[in-house]
């Protein structure tokens, strides 16, 4: 595969657009070219590529895809941490070089009988029950077969055991402070997704306020609306049937638009037609009547009709006449004690006179 990646890039030299410009290095490096007599080759060679950001990139773009990293801090780490592992693997192999020689069978020096006088000694192989560090890896581990002190390899056993002790140690503490990690960021999480939801909560509430309240203000202008229509419609109705009436026809109807005309108060205080104009004449000719003259009843009912639009209560009329609500002439008058004014004195009054030829 990387042959075939290779044989590609090199067939076809593609550079992506993420790498960056090529910078013309300052100095002579490994990786600018090599400067050569031609001048015809320096055009060409200002236009090589970064070779540093070529390989990075082509290194990355190799790498497994849970390995890739755009933190070259966190790739240092990655391949400090690679390279690590390989010291520790190759140490492991070169452990297990030694246990594999040091599983032979131990030997030890006895006196063997030769034909000769004198004997020769040789290495025997000791019994398998006489080797005191025999252990499951079928030999011994280079102590004394003695029993003294332990051999280098069972020395560096110890420190190995030692460090993986320190090793596991260190990875289950760092295992429990990446897990209380996690949970603080997410306790943070989902903290700050209560606030947001909270927040967006709120804005929709407010939302939904606005809503309601626009609804009702719409609501409320098309009832005012209708009811503007309804009153243009009753008052034009009503201007209509005041023209058709007989005694509209001498004033028009006016447009709903224009309020009416009032004349000046002093033009209205002369007016016959105003209401309670002529009401000092009713007070004149009700007092005029005597009490018990038969058209007492009619001055009443033409006085309370004049003040209050309606006629007296359905009860016996007094027998004395009612005072007069005329205003006093005089301050002393109005400053002395209200006194009922007496009855005038009976007049004959002539039988084609009517209420109003009273003075």
């Keep these: 595969m990387y042959a075939a990646a290779a044989r590609r890039s090199r067939n076809n030299v593609h550079i992506p657009a993420s790498v960056p410009a090529p910078q013309r290095p300052k100095g002579p490096s490994y990786a600018s070219a090599v400067p050569k007599a031609d001048k015809a080759d320096k055009k060409r060679d200002k236009m090589l590529p970064d070779i540093h950001a070529y390989r990075q990139k082509y290194a990355q773009m190799m790498m497994p895809e849970d390995e890739r990293s755009k933190d070259p801090e966190l790739d240092q780490l990655k391949q400090a941490a690679k390279a690590r592992e390989d010291r520790m693997r190759a140490r492991d192999q070169r452990m297990r070089g030694r246990w594999s020689q040091e599983a032979a069978p131990p030997t030890r020096l ?9 004997p020769e000694w040789g290495r025997v192989p000791v019994p398998a029950d006489l080797q005191p560090g025999a252990d499951m890896r079928g030999g011994t581990t280079g102590a004394d077969t003695r029993g003294g002190t332990p051999g280098p390899v069972e020395a ?18 760092l295992e429990k402070e990446r897990a209380a990690a996690r949970e603080a960021e997410r306790r943070a999480a989902r903290e700050r997704d209560n606030v947001q939801q909270l927040r967006l909560q709120r804005i929709d509430d407010e939302r939904r306020a606005s809503m309601q309240q626009q609804e009702r203000e719409k609501l409320e202008r098309e009832e005012a609306a209708r009811e503007l229509e309804e009153l243009r419609r009753l008052q034009n109705r009503y201007a209509e049937q005041v023209a058709k009436s007989p005694l509209g026809k001498t004033q028009p109807p006016r447009p709903f638009q224009q309020p009416p005309e009032l004349p000046p108060p002093e033009a209205r205080a002369l007016d016959p037609n105003a209401p309670f104009a002529n009401i000092r004449r009713v007070y004149q000719a009700v007092d005029a ?15 309370c009709t004049a003040l209050l639009g309606r006629g007296p209560p359905e009860e016996d009329p007094p027998t004395a006449a009612p005072a007069s609500p005329l205003p006093p002439s005089s301050p002393a ?14 007049k004959p009054v002539p039988r084609d006179a009517g209420p109003a030829s009273a003075p």
Aim: no cysteine; proline share 14%.
């Design 333 to 346: 008058a109005s400053a002395a004690p209200h006194q009922p004014r007496p009855p005038p004195a009976p």
């Design 289 to 303: 009547v005597p009490a018990d003259h038969k058209w007492r009843g009619g001055m009443q009912l033409l006085y």
């Design 110 to 118: 006895l006196p063997q009988t030769g034909d000769g006088e004198k």
């Design 156 to 173: 560096e056993d110890q420190q190995e055991e030692e460090r993986r002790v320190r090793y596991e140690t260190y990875k289950r503490e």
